[in-house]
């Protein structure tokens, strides 16, 4: 991960908790943020029990991209206004993990979200 100057004004929201899913369910995590950057890039990350956050997908205003690892059949989110809510589709048993939205360049405020399959 990289980490660069803090601005103080920046801040990324998530709720925290668990969102039950079943395979072949779609969910969506939300993510807000504060920013005085009028180009923010927001990144969603996953980190499976015991192992290293895993980058998703980058968004920034107008474009983003994501990891091979996940497709955007799969995996997507549209920064708009001040929120970049990951929708992940088509849910795997594989998918279950904690999600966290991040914000270059700072990373604070970030809660986790779960995803548990039922």
């Not at 969506?28 to 969603?44: I, V």
Request: charged fraction near 25%.
């Amino acid at each position: 991960m990289l980490f660069s100057l803090c601005k103080g004004e920046d801040k990324v929201m998530q709720p925290s908790g668990d969102v039950p899913a079943a395979e072949g369910d779609s969910v969506t995590l939300n993510c807000t943020f504060e920013t005085s950057d009028s180009y923010p890039y927001l990144f969603w990350y996953k980190q499976q029990r015991n192992g290293s956050p895993e980058l998703i997908l980058q968004r920034v205003t107008g474009s983003g991209k994501n990891s091979p690892k996940f497709p955007k059949d799969r995996f997507g989110a549209e920064l708009k206004d001040k929120s970049v809510p990951l929708k992940i589709q088509k849910l795997e048993l594989s998918d279950s993990a904690v999600y966290y939205c991040a914000l270059q360049p700072t990373v604070t405020g970030n809660k986790e979200k779960h995803i548990k399959s039922i």
